[in-house]
């Protein structure tokens, strides 16, 4: 069979989350599928981090979203003969002729208007708007949904009103190179200017990330508890930071905050495992990778107790309610001193991260991908 997998942002120089979570899952179909014929569908850019192998061929062309997905990748699917269509990335063209798989990571976007929630950009509020407008019709049309989480399974099952047999949870794997524990400390350290000591927070302006709370309570804990204290801050441009800390009139823990820019994601295993705490304290998450790859390189992490966090942390991370900024800086202290806590947390997490791997997840869908097939050739 010809199975085409859309894959449109893999080649981007500055990947996030649903980009490796697709990139992770075709590495390891190639590794264990030299049977079927794939067709890996792509945005052109500047990172070729996939390489064509005999039956898996790349096809990338340049489109805006909208027009790449609804118009371009149907018509690729149709020129390369492309007998099931796998969209990795929570929308699908409405209109494809053969049966189509959706992973769906997340229905955040439905939960609550983005034209009418503080915190987005208008990249994001188009985003989301653009999703709201062709998820639904998608559904409809699906074979079948894959989802990360059985969290996220019930929530699309209830806020959609969707069958939930129709939905299978695969969960995601952890990348190889965070869990083998080879780490480019002095290199990493001065490419990006890390101070000895520090907690790590990955945040970004999607309001989900709650950002806002996070750097308040560190605030707090620098002005509070530790006056030396530093956070390291990835992909947030300190002026954002600024604003926050005005708000609250801690400014002047500003010095305290160190920004990064983008961390690549070959040297993100070494960022992690230098901190002293991780910092996870997400409003919502379909999954949360980020709080896994912490755990395989050995970082304590604090994490939130909703949604599917603590799901995935399975009692390996400190649990906090996103929305208390005295609870969140009360973990951070309280993690810091207590080495032992820190350790269990530690271990737990080393044996948590076992039960993540691209290959389970790959050979998952690739029985999803025969399920489909089969029923669609004897209907």
Same mark, same amino acid.
């Given at each position: 069979?010809?199975?085409?997998?859309?894959?449109?942002?893999?080649?981007?120089?500055?990947?996030?989350?649903?980009?490796?979570?697709?990139?992770?899952?075709?590495?390891?179909?190639?590794?264990?599928?030299?049977?079927?014929?794939?067709?890996?569908?792509?945005?052109?850019?500047?990172?070729?981090?996939?390489?064509?192998?005999?039956?898996?061929?790349?096809?990338?062309?340049?489109?805006?979203?909208?027009?790449?997905?609804?118009?371009?990748?149907?018509?690729?699917?149709?020129?390369?003969?492309v007998e099931l269509l796998h969209c990795t990335s929570n929308t699908a063209p409405v209109k494809t002729g053969i049966p189509l798989i959706i992973t769906l990571?997340?229905?955040?976007?439905?939960?609550?208007?983005?034209?009418?929630?503080?915190?987005?950009?208008?990249?994001?509020?188009?985003?989301?708007?653009?999703?709201?407008?062709?998820?639904?019709?998608?559904?409809?049309?699906?074979?079948?949904?894959?989802?990360?989480?059985?969290?996220?399974?019930?929530?699309?099952?209830?806020?959609?009103?969707?069958?939930?047999?129709?939905?299978?949870?695969?969960?995601?794997?952890?990348?190889?190179?965070?869990?083998?524990?080879?780490?480019?400390?002095?290199?990493?350290?001065?490419?990006?200017?890390?101070?000895?000591?520090?907690?790590?927070?990955?945040?970004?302006?999607?309001?989900?990330?709650?950002?806002?709370?996070?750097?308040?309570?560190?605030?707090?804990?620098?002005?509070?508890?530790?006056?030396?204290?530093?956070?390291?801050?990835?992909?947030?441009?300190?002026?954002?930071?600024?604003?926050?800390?005005?708000?609250?009139?801690?400014?002047?823990?500003?010095?305290?905050?160190?920004?990064?820019?983008?961390?690549?994601?070959?040297?993100?295993?070494?960022?992690?495992?230098?901190?002293?705490? $991780?910092?996870?304290?997400?409003?919502? @998450? #379909?999954?949360?990778?980020?709080?896994? *790859?912490?755990?395989? &390189?050995? %970082?304590?992490?604090?994490?939130?107790?909703?949604?599917?966090?603590?799901?995935?942390?399975?009692?390996?991370?400190?649990?906090?309610?996103?929305?208390?900024?005295?609870?969140?800086?009360?973990?951070?202290?309280?993690?810091?001193?207590?080495?032992?806590?820190?350790?269990?947390?530690?271990?737990?997490?080393?044996?948590?991260?076992?039960? $993540?791997?691209?290959?389970?997840?790959? @050979? #998952?869908?690739?029985?999803?991908?025969? *399920?489909?097939?089969? &029923?669609? %050739?004897?209907?």
């Amino acid at each position: 069979m010809k199975i085409g997998i859309e894959a449109q942002r893999i080649f981007r120089r500055h990947k996030h989350g649903m980009d490796f979570v697709a990139l992770e899952m075709i590495r390891h179909l190639q590794q264990i599928d030299h049977i079927n014929q794939y067709v890996i569908f792509t945005n052109k850019g500047e990172d070729i981090c996939l390489r064509e192998t005999d039956n898996f061929k790349i096809v990338s062309f340049k489109a805006s979203y909208p027009v790449w997905e609804q118009l371009k990748l149907p018509e690729m699917c149709r020129r390369y003969g492309v007998e099931l269509l796998h969209c990795t990335s929570n929308t699908a063209p409405v209109k494809t002729g053969i049966p189509l798989i959706i992973t769906l990571h997340d229905i955040i976007y439905f939960e609550k208007n983005p034209f009418f929630t503080r915190g987005y950009t208008s990249y994001q509020r188009f985003g989301n708007m653009y999703r709201r407008l062709v998820v639904r019709r998608i559904l409809r049309k699906a074979s079948q949904i894959i989802t990360v989480s059985q969290f996220e399974k019930n929530r699309i099952s209830q806020q959609l009103d969707f069958d939930a047999s129709k939905i299978k949870v695969i969960y995601n794997g952890v990348g190889r190179h965070f869990v083998k524990g080879e780490y480019r400390k002095d290199e990493v350290r001065k490419k990006y200017n890390l101070p000895d000591s520090y907690f790590l927070f990955l945040g970004n302006t999607d309001p989900k990330k709650n950002t806002r709370n996070t750097v308040l309570a560190f605030a707090r804990y620098a002005e509070q508890h530790n006056k030396d204290a530093c956070l390291v801050v990835a992909d947030l441009p300190p002026e954002k930071v600024k604003e926050y800390l005005q708000e609250a009139n801690l400014q002047e823990t500003f010095t305290n905050f160190y920004f990064t820019g983008y961390i690549y994601n070959r040297d993100l295993p070494t960022v992690i495992h230098l901190a002293d705490i $991780f910092l996870y304290p997400s409003k919502r @998450e #379909s999954f949360g990778l980020p709080l896994l *790859e912490a755990m395989a &390189s050995r %970082t304590p992490v604090i994490t939130s107790n909703t949604s599917s966090m603590p799901e995935i942390a399975a009692g390996a991370a400190l649990l906090v309610e996103p929305l208390d900024i005295n609870n969140i800086c009360e973990a951070m202290n309280t993690l810091y001193n207590d080495r032992s806590l820190q350790s269990d947390l530690v271990n737990k997490g080393l044996e948590r991260v076992k039960d $993540f791997n691209w290959k389970t997840v790959a @050979e #998952s869908v690739l029985e999803v991908y025969r *399920e489909v097939l089969s &029923s669609s %050739t004897s209907s």
